[in-house]
Every structure is written in C-alpha cells, then in structure tokens.
C-alpha cells in the first residue's frame, strides 16, 4: 500500500467498482483525449457529452447537452453533515454523519461499473500560495474531468505537495444514474469530504468549487480567522493612476460575472478581472482584508450574454487558446456549427436545434437555450486579467459590494455607515430566486452575503465570524449595497445595467478616496445627485427618484422579513444584529 492518496484512491475503487482507473496529468494531449472520449460518447435522448463547434467562429470549443433533468444546482439535495444539526444551522439540510455515509455507499457500491474512474489531483490557489489547497477528486464523467481543468490547477504538482501528508480534500464524484431520486450532495467538513452522486451539473459535480472552496472552507475559515466569500475580485485603475480592489457579492446568476470584467464607461479608468465567483479573503501581516480567487476559469451563465451586455467575455469566449471553451445546454446554429442562446442576437436565427437537440419552431415560445446554460471558460482567455491573478499574497481589498436581484425596495446604491452595520446590511440581504438553482424563480428570499446555498455551518456563527474579522482590520473595506435590477410598473429595468454600473463603481472610488460626501439616510449613506456621473444617460429626473427612494410600505414588508428571517437562528444570533434591526426600525 502507498500514500494516503493511493490508498484513499483504492478503497472508492473498492466501493464504485470501475473497469480502469486512469490518474489524471493535466496535459494538453491528454485534455485532447478526453475530449474525443467525450466526442465519441454515445449520444442518448439529445443528451451528448461534446460536440466540436465551429473553430472559425470559436477556437478549441465544444458544446454539452446534459441530461435534461440535470441543469441546475440541486439545493434540496445538498447537505452539510457535522456533527450535530446546530453547527450545521437552519440554513443548511443536515443528517447525522454516519446515516448519511451509510446512505452514500448503498448508492456509490458498483456505480461505475462499465466506467472509467479518473482521478484528478488539483489545486485551489496559486500553488505558491500559503492559501492554496490540494484537493483530490475522483469522477466518472469526461465533461467533469474536462470543466476541472478549466476551473482548476490540474496536474502532478498538488500530488507533490501533499506528499506523505494525510491532509487533502477529498471529493468522490458519480454521475450515477442521472436519476433525481437518487441525487444527494453531501459535505462532511470535518474530513474535508465531499461525496457527490447523481448530477453532472457545475455546482454538484465539480467539488472544487462550491462544495470545496465555499462550504467546507467557509467552515475551515471559521476556524482559522479567515473568510470563503462568494464573490468577484476586481481592481479598478482611476485617472490619477491608483488601483482601487473590490471583492463583490451576488446571488447565483445575479450579475457577478458581468462586474468582473466591466467596460468603464469613463475615460482614463481601467477594470482588471481577478475572479467571477469565489473569493478567499485572509487579514494579512499587515492588518488588511486579502483576497485570493481560488479557481482559474468562469463558469458563466450565457442567456443575456452578448457584444453588447459584456464584450469582454464575448471576447474571452472566442479565444480558444490553449484550454478548450465548453457551452453547456445553449442552443446550436446548425448551419453555422455555432452556440446560442437568449440575448446572444435581437432574433433567433434560422436553423436552430435547442437545448434538447430538437428543431427548434419559433412558434412555440419556448426557450432555445436553458435559462442556466453556461460557458465554461479559462481565465487565461480573458483580455482583462489582472496582472495580479497568481499573485500569492492576493490583492488588497478597499471596498465590498454586496447586491441581489429586488424588482423594488432596494435602492440602486447605498453605504454602510460602518463595517458592523454593514454586516448587518449584509446578513438580512434579500434576492429574487433564479434558474441556477432547480425550483421556482423570482421569489424574494434572504440570502446574506449571497451566500445562503454556500455557508458550510450556522450562519448565525457566520455573522459573527464577519465581525470578529472587522475587528482585526485597523483600517476596514468600505461597504456597498447596489441593486441593479429595480423595474417599473411594467416590468422593465429602469437602470441600463451592465457597463453603466460602472457609474456608481466610480462613486464607490470618489468615497474610498475622500472625494466625495453622501447624505445620510436610514438605511446608509447614498450619493448627492451631483456626485453620481449620470451624463448621456437619458434617464428623467423620476427614474433618478425613483431609484434612489425609499418608500416605507415596501421597507416595513422587508423588516418584517428579516424579522422572520433573523428569528430561526434564535438566541445564537449575534446581538448587534438585533441592534441594527431595531435601529433601522426606528429610524424608517
Ligand atoms: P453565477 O455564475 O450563477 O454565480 O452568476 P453571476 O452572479 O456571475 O451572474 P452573471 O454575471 O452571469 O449574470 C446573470 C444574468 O444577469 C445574465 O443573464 C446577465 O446578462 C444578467 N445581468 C448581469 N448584469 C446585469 C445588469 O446590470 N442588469 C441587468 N438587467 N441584467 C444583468
Ligand atoms: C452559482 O450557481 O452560483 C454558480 C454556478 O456560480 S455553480 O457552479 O453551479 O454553482
Ligand atoms: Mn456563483
């Protein structure tokens, strides 16, 4: 018997029970391989593990129809299993430790018989990092294999790294039987275990990332007096020449992707991209807020996507450089062997087969593209990375966004009056549900930090944990609360989005740097009209209110929700918390 790799390797042999074990290098030539694997998959019911696209039009890309059940994250299926249900909390589903293994061996005995278990050793952060951390995942699926490359570091240095060391995070993978009945995602913090079977969709089948990197390291963080963020990572070059860092904060298809690599509309700034989904932040020997991104590719949501939304990503998307671009459930233009998808052109093109394989008839009304189709891209690829990417230490973060998706309420920007009660903000922030999670979409429910699906123990632990970490930092991130997405009576968007969100980032950077002063309202600091750079717009003097109002029928519905929110946590809530509730109640 070997290392603790090996032997970990063994015994889930033992229990899948593979044809072949092949141990993944991270080559090019091998990348190749799998991907014709893949190719040559037997295509079932529209299902289809790739497809070659046009390499005029999208160098080195390939396109993935799954299972059609298996399209989004499965919240209902995800568990968080530490000892006891209350280090768990309210916000996660919990089953005692053991039951739960016994469960997951009855479903993982023999799964992969036919199969091939590939095991890829892959690291989360710059290798020379002190933050990164070696992960060992096993998988029966090519396209897994294949989206950890992009999303990851994958090759022999991490077998290196852990060397005779026990300590690794561990992630069994199986498609299974793609059957919903038999799907469980299951979190086992104190063995930096995830075992996952039944979906080969991102969040439930690529372990390094909300498993690994958001739910077990949130729980390690915890521990160790550091943060795993569900957030961008970007630097913002002003014309006087500094480099301003945000880390952001959006529930799941909510906007975090098209901030990382916004277009500023002003002359004389820059945006460089970090990260789109995760941020490790860490208080440095010098006292301040360090972020790390911890992957090395995007997985990003397609529908909306296009030249004009989000050139930067259209760019990244047509590079193809030496990591291969994956499109999963977009539509495809059969004449031109090109994705897809809502957004992508003002009308749908001729000669369309949509996200189930099938013609696709305009007629019907129905969706070319899955509403959570994505791309699957290398960070490499982007013209807007950050030099600072691999940096070890991370960057230095100034100020933190945090934002949801509310039709009303909300207003389009607000300030913190200071980090308490911006973790207050925080924690009782409320967003219309999407479709990258399975269920319905479009209601209301909190999602502090936009990390409810993600927080690996009790948040009531967790908010605590977000103001010990201010307590360290001398001179903390200013805090920002933004809604893009407020609607008028119709329905409509009454900000233009996108790259004009980079107006307010500008505010953001005249309030970081002094510049700028802001009124003092109930719930935070907002802008004085004059300090918001609105010019070419178009937008009347009633939209401006109206973004900017606070109107008390709708901020009494939203106390009484975080009221009911707050209450489940019970007498483990952090104080303070009830103090700014109180106060913001009073103050309205
Ligand atoms: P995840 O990958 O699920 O974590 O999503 P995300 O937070 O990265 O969201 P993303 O940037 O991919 O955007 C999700 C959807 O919102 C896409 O359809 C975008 O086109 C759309 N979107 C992004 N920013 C804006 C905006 O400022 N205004 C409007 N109206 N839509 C936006
Ligand atoms: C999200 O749902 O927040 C995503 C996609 O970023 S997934 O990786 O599937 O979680
Ligand atoms: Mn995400």
Redesign the pocket.
């Known amino acids: 018997m070997g290392n603790a790799v090996e032997k970990w390797v063994e015994e889930q042999a033992r229990l899948t029970e593979p044809d072949k074990i092949y141990w993944v290098q991270g080559t090019e030539d091998e990348m190749r391989r799998l991907i014709e694997i893949g190719i040559k998959e037997e295509k079932t019911a529209g299902h289809q593990t790739f497809r070659e696209l046009n390499p005029s039009a999208f160098p080195n890309s390939y396109l993935h129809w799954s299972h059609p059940n298996d399209v989004a994250r499965a919240e209902q299926l995800t568990f968080v299993c530490p000892p006891t249900k209350e280090a768990a909390g309210p916000n996660n589903n919990w089953m005692e430790p053991e039951k739960a293994k016994q469960m997951l061996y009855e479903l993982f005995h023999g799964c992969m018989h036919g199969r091939t278990l590939y095991v890829i050793p892959y690291m989360m952060g710059n290798p020379a990092s002190p933050y990164a951390k070696p992960c060992i995942q096993i998988t029966d699926s090519v396209y897994v294999a294949v989206s950890m490359y992009i999303m990851t570091r994958v090759g022999n240095e991490t077998l290196k790294r852990i060397g005779g060391s026990e300590k690794f995070v561990k992630g069994l993978h199986s498609i299974g039987e793609l059957d919903p009945n038999k799907r469980f995602i299951m979190h086992f913090p104190q063995e930096e275990l995830v075992m996952s079977i039944g979906s080969g969709y991102g969040g439930n089948a690529l372990l390094g990332k909300k498993c690994f990197s958001l739910r077990i390291a949130s729980a390690q963080g915890y521990g160790e007096g550091w943060l795993a963020e569900?957030m961008?990572i970007m630097g913002v070059e002003d014309p006087d020449g500094d480099v301003t860092y945000f880390a952001g904060a959006?529930?799941?298809?909510?906007?975090?992707?098209?901030?990382?690599m916004i277009d500023p509309v002003f002359a004389g700034y820059k945006v460089f991209t970090l990260g789109?989904?995760i941020a490790w932040m860490n208080v440095s020997p010098d006292k301040r807020l360090c972020a790390i991104n911890p992957e090395t590719g995007?997985?990003?949501?397609?529908?909306?996507?296009s030249d004009k939304?989000?050139l930067n990503m259209m760019k990244t998307l047509r590079a193809g450089k030496f990591y291969p671009t994956l499109f999963t459930n977009t539509g495809l233009i059969t004449t031109s062997n090109t994705p897809w998808w809502e957004?992508l052109t003002e009308t749908v093109p001729e000669n369309m087969l949509d996200w189930h394989g099938n013609p696709y008839d305009p007629k019907s009304g129905k969706d070319v593209a899955h509403p959570?189709s994505?791309f699957t891209v290398s960070v490499s690829n982007c013209p807007t990375l950050s030099k600072e990417f691999d940096n070890p230490n991370g960057v230095p973060i100034s100020g933190i966004l945090f934002g949801g998706r509310r039709s009303d309420t909300v207003p389009l920007v607000c300030e913190s009056f200071d980090w308490e009660h911006g973790v207050f903000k925080a924690s009782s922030l409320g967003s219309e549900t999407?479709a990258?999670a399975a269920g319905q979409a479009g209601v209301v429910r909190r999602d502090p930090m936009a990390m409810l699906p993600f927080c690996g123990y009790n948040m009531a632990d967790y908010f605590g944990h977000w103001m010990e970490v201010g307590r360290r930092l001398p001179d903390p991130p200013k805090i920002f609360f933004v809604n893009?997405?407020k609607k008028d009576a119709a329905g409509k968007?009454i900000?233009?989005?996108?790259s004009?969100?980079f107006r307010v980032i500008k505010w953001m950077i005249d309030r970081i740097k002094g510049k700028v002063s802001a009124k003092e309202t109930a719930v935070g600091f907002m802008p004085n009209m004059a300090d918001l750079n609105v010019s070419g717009l178009n937008i009347s003097k009633e939209i401006m209110d109206k973004l900017f109002e606070l109107n008390p029928g709708e901020w009494s519905k939203e106390v009484e929700g975080i009221e009911q929110f707050y209450a489940q946590f019970g007498t483990r809530l952090p104080e303070a918390l009830k103090r700014h509730l109180e106060n913001l109640k009073k103050s309205l």
Do not use: Y
Request: glycine share 12%.
């Open positions: 569900h961008i959006f529930p799941s298809a909510c906007g975090k992707t098209n901030l990382a789109d989904d995007m997985f990003g949501v397609a529908p909306g996507t939304t989000n957004g959570n994505r999407t990258a893009w997405f968007f900000w233009p989005g996108f004009d969100n």
